[in-house]
């Protein structure tokens, strides 16, 4: 569904009939008395979804201007005007984002329900009128923020995290990592669709996703139960542009730039019944130099021992991602969908460690350099087959959707280090040297069927079903080598892994959507879940039995209209957070000398309650959202760290404690509370000039009973974008992201800044586009830092990776313009993992 913000122009006619409206209400009462009534539903003319409060004005006939009755539709899309007086009228109906739709109606005694209305986007002809616009960056709807991103230019030639780093409440961290209102545990969709490589690592399939090729970014905090549980502070939509127009047509578009390139492009077709789309998209990240530093000091009751780490490193990438689509209406409403989605990517990273370890003790200062270089790849392909029946009453739907995917990552380090030594040597003179590769294959299996039932015509009944089926695991191999003792490398007996890992998701859902009264509209809902899972570790003939469990997951929002323009909305929502393969996963990560991590199979799922209170507005070209929050996590899955000789929890069989040696796993170990305060600002200061201002403030409480810890703190962050129509084929665009500091279990991590400046000259009459945009013009590098503090150690980080970048790209478009039509998919949005987690083993 398109919410587009219309040009100044476009809107000065609705306000002032909204104003003329109200005064005419109060000084002519007489126009509304009467027996008659009006009722009506307001739908997207492109995705025949409901306008959720569209702007409804009951006119006297021509020439007059003055309004018999008005209101707002709710949140279903849904209007009925009462006491209305017989006659002839004019019906006008319109909302931001969509051109204004004027029928007549002839009122009589009784009541009158009129068919559909359906407003087209303000690029489209209305038949009437046309009203041309330019949507907002950001748009407040009643249950999301929307970042529209293709039209901000600095995105151009960029990827999906560039997109992300200025989508209202989302923020990226030193390490690429993705939070949501500072927390990682949310999911990512595409298309309403989950992405197997998503949930697995985020953070790389990201960059396998063009910038040029997303449409929005929807930012969901309180989901409703048609959404899996899963994502504990919400959900993540990237919605990218598709193409359905008549005939031939498409795209092709190329950057280069100073740290990155890639190209893509697609190609559509659609005639009659058929529907064909396609695209092919590929780049490469390099340039990419970092330095870190970090001090470990561990306490002793006669000394304190320090170790230091300096290092810096260098990194190339590359990226791919291709779909193909077919869609096929064999008679009127019946719709069968087959589309298939490749990802792929990899890299490699060369780092040099220095590591000094010090203490007061005579005879005793360690000295070695790690030369390490790491690779990962990884890759995934989906298949997705629907069929969708429509009726001839009005928003009922039967949809059956069924999917495969198959994601498969592979990873691994190999390093030489030299004592005594602080550069690196010739291979030869290595004192030690160690490789490992871990392969981390999967499958997933989806089946979902969804039902749309209308009761009456405000009224409406949603229920389904889903199944998901995961099999995954971890194939590790260590091989290490002392040139003392052996002339090759020899397998590690104890520290290879082989885990096998399968669980299953079943879940019904049913909500229903009612009006109580002609302002207050109600949504009640649920879902049930149940989980069950085995795991069997190979190597060892040890596992976890199967097991399962059922978990209610209630949902209930409550949505009342102040005014017009105005709204109140309560949410609540039940949320479930299952870890995975990357929390799970007990193989032992020692790239690192002085810092191990390992996953934690016996992990239980987070279970987050979440209450939101939040208020629209919006005002001529003004719309505003304010939203209170509160989430309540029982039993949070954090990361803990803690000395290998004081162990906090298990460890595994294979670490020997050595008394410098720190072990990093995951457990549920918090409860964690987080009182939230954001909103987001869209504006239009002048006919040329867009701006929006957005923040997130939030107090967070975080407490563990296993570790004897009580961390709060205040936390928060803030955006600006603006945009500036220079000419009507030039546009002059800027941004600005700022996060404070953040408390965390353990420590605490910084801040961090980040902003970039672009342009973009439309060519060819519309058919091209030219862009130039940088990221940190002004700034070469940046540095971000990271704390942690246990009673045993403290450690001290700093990592500084290079930001400058300046960015050229050329797109154009080819074949007729049209409207594009959307396809039913997928959510699995029901795993922990996806936020923050590395390609790690």
């Known amino acids: 569904m398109k919410h587009v913000a219309a040009r100044v122009g476009g809107l000065w006619p609705l306000l002032l009939l909204l104003l003329l409206g109200q005064r005419a209400a109060a000084q002519a009462p007489a126009l509304s008395a009467g027996s008659g009534s009006l009722t009506g539903l307001v739908l997207d003319s492109l995705t025949?979804?409901?306008?959720?409060?569209?702007?409804?004005?009951?006119?006297?006939?021509?020439?007059?201007?003055?309004?018999?009755?008005?209101?707002?539709?709710?949140?279903?899309?849904?209007?009925?005007?009462?006491?209305?007086?017989?006659?002839?009228?004019?019906?006008?109906?319109?909302?931001?984002?969509?051109?204004?739709?004027?029928?007549?109606v002839t009122i009589t005694d009784g009541r009158l329900v009129l068919g559909p209305i359906r407003l087209p986007a303000t690029a489209q002809k209305l038949g009437e009128a046309v009203v041309v616009a330019q949507k907002p960056l950001m748009e407040v709807k009643p249950d999301r923020l929307v970042y529209n991103a293709e039209q901000d230019v600095t995105n151009a030639g960029g990827t999906a995290q560039d997109v992300l780093r200025k989508a209202p409440l989302l923020a990226i961290d030193g390490d690429d990592n993705v939070t949501m209102r500072g927390n990682s545990n949310f999911k990512v969709l595409i298309n309403n669709?989950?992405?197997?490589?998503?949930?697995?690592?985020?953070?790389?399939?990201?960059?396998?996703?063009?910038?040029?090729?997303?449409?929005?970014?929807?930012?969901?905090?309180?989901?409703?139960?048609?959404?899996?549980?899963?994502?504990?502070?919400?959900?993540?939509?990237?919605?990218?542009?598709?193409?359905?127009?008549?005939?031939?047509?498409?795209?092709?578009?190329?950057?280069?730039?100073?740290?990155?390139?890639?190209?893509?492009?697609?190609?559509?077709?659609?005639?009659?019944?058929?529907?064909?789309?396609?695209?092919?998209?590929?780049?490469?990240?390099?340039?990419?130099?970092?330095?870190?530093?970090?001090?470990?000091?561990?306490?002793?009751?006669?000394?304190?021992?320090?170790?230091?780490?300096?290092?810096?490193?260098?990194?190339?990438?590359?990226?791919?991602?291709?779909?193909?689509?077919?869609?096929?209406?064999?008679?009127?409403?019946?719709?069968?969908?087959?589309n298939g989605s490749f990802f792929r990517y990899g890299g490699t990273s060369q780092s040099g460690n220095v590591n000094r370890y010090t203490t007061p003790l005579p005879g005793f200062g360690p000295l070695f350099l790690r030369d390490t270089r790491s690779t990962y790849s990884g890759g995934n392909a989906e298949v997705t087959g629907t069929y969708t029946r429509t009726y001839k009453q009005e928003r009922r739907e039967w949809s059956t959707i069924l999917q495969y995917a198959y994601n498969g990552n592979r990873n691994g380090y190999e390093f030489n280090?030299?004592?005594?030594?602080?550069?690196?040597?010739?291979?030869?003179?290595?004192?030690?040297?160690?490789?490992?590769?871990?392969?981390?294959?999967?499958?997933?299996?989806?089946?979902?069927?969804?039902?749309?039932?209308?009761?009456?015509?405000?009224?409406?009944?949603?229920?389904?079903?889903?199944?998901?089926?995961?099999?995954?695991?971890?194939?590790?191999?260590?091989?290490?080598?002392?040139?003392?003792?052996?002339?090759?490398?020899?397998?590690?007996?104890?520290?290879?892994?082989?885990?096998?890992?399968?669980?299953?998701?079943?879940?019904?859902?049913?909500?229903?959507?009612?009006?109580a009264t002609e302002k207050l509209h109600l949504g009640l809902g649920g879902r049930v879940e149940r989980t069950g899972l085995w795991a069997e570790f190979t190597n060892t003939n040890t596992g976890i039995p199967y097991r399962s469990y059922v978990t209610p997951l209630p949902n209930a929002n409550l949505s009342y209209t102040l005014s017009k323009t105005s709204s109140l909305r309560l949410a609540y929502s039940r949320r479930i957070s299952r870890p995975y393969i990357y929390y799970l996963n007990p193989y032992v990560d020692r790239s690192n000398p002085i810092s191990y991590s390992y996953g934690n199979p016996d992990l239980d799922p987070e279970l987050t309650?979440?209450?939101?209170?939040?208020?629209?507005?919006?005002?001529?070209?003004?719309?505003?959202?304010?939203?209170?929050?509160?989430?309540?996590?029982?039993?949070?899955i954090e990361r803990v760290s803690f000395a290998s000789t004081q162990p906090l929890l298990p460890v595994p069989d294979e670490i020997v404690p050595a008394p410098n040696l720190v072990l990093e796993t995951s457990a549920n170990v918090a409860s964690n509370t987080a009182f939230q305060l954001n909103g987001y600002l869209s504006a239009k200061p002048t006919e040329k000039w867009s701006l929006s201002l957005g923040g997130n403030l939030e107090y967070l409480l975080l407490r563990s009973t296993a570790l004897n810890l009580t961390r709060r703190g205040f936390a928060g962050n803030y955006n600006v974008n603006t945009s500036y129509k220079a000419t009507k084929t030039l546009t002059l665009q800027g941004n600005l992201y700022h996060s404070l500091a953040r408390p965390v279990l353990q420590g605490r991590s910084s801040s961090f800044i980040y902003y970039g400046l672009g342009l973009r000259q439309t060519l060819l009459k519309g058919r091209a586009d030219l862009s130039f945009n940088s990221q940190f013009p002004f700034t070469a590098r940046r540095t971000f830092a990271y704390e942690t503090s246990t009673p045993a150690f403290s450690q001290h980080s700093r990592f500084t990776n290079q930001q400058r970048q300046f960015r050229v790209g050329f797109t154009y478009r080819f074949g007729q313009q049209q409207a594009t039509r959307q396809r039913k998919s997928i959510r699995n949005d029901d795993i922990k993992g996806g936020g923050g987690q590395s390609s790690g083993g």
């Open 417 to 515: 280090q030299f004592n005594n030594s602080e550069q690196a040597l010739d291979v030869s003179q290595a004192s030690y040297r160690e490789r490992s590769l871990t392969r981390l294959p999967g499958h997933e299996y989806t089946l979902q069927s969804d039902y749309t039932l209308p009761l009456g015509e405000k009224n409406t009944l949603d229920f389904g079903l889903k199944g998901i089926v995961r099999l995954t695991g971890s194939q590790a191999q260590v091989d290490t080598l002392f040139p003392a003792q052996t002339a090759d490398f020899v397998p590690s007996r104890y520290r290879g892994t082989s885990f096998d890992y399968r669980q299953d998701v079943e879940g019904v859902y049913a909500t229903y959507n009612f009006n």
């Open 48 to 104: 025949q979804q409901p306008v959720p409060f569209a702007s409804v004005v009951l006119l006297l006939p021509d020439p007059s201007e003055k309004a018999a009755a008005g209101q707002s539709a709710d949140e279903q899309g849904r209007f009925e005007l009462t006491k209305l007086k017989a006659g002839p009228y004019r019906l006008r109906v319109s909302f931001v984002g969509y051109g204004v739709r004027t029928q007549a």
């Open 193 to 338: 669709k989950p992405s197997p490589t998503l949930a697995a690592n985020l953070k790389e399939a990201l960059k396998s996703i063009p910038a040029d090729q997303i449409k929005s970014v929807e930012v969901i905090t309180t989901p409703p139960a048609k959404y899996d549980g899963e994502g504990t502070a919400g959900i993540i939509n990237i919605v990218l542009k598709k193409g359905a127009k008549q005939g031939l047509n498409g795209t092709v578009g190329a950057s280069a730039g100073t740290r990155g390139s890639n190209g893509n492009g697609s190609l559509n077709f659609r005639q009659g019944k058929f529907n064909f789309t396609s695209s092919l998209n590929g780049g490469l990240n390099y340039n990419n130099r970092s330095s870190s530093s970090s001090e470990q000091v561990t306490y002793r009751s006669t000394r304190n021992d320090t170790l230091r780490q300096d290092g810096s490193g260098r990194s190339t990438g590359y990226y791919g991602s291709g779909s193909l689509g077919l869609d096929y209406d064999p008679a009127e409403h019946h719709s069968l969908s087959l």
């Open 609 to 636: 309650h979440s209450v939101e209170l939040s208020y629209n507005n919006f005002i001529k070209t003004t719309s505003f959202n304010v939203a209170l929050s509160v989430l309540r996590t029982g039993n949070s």
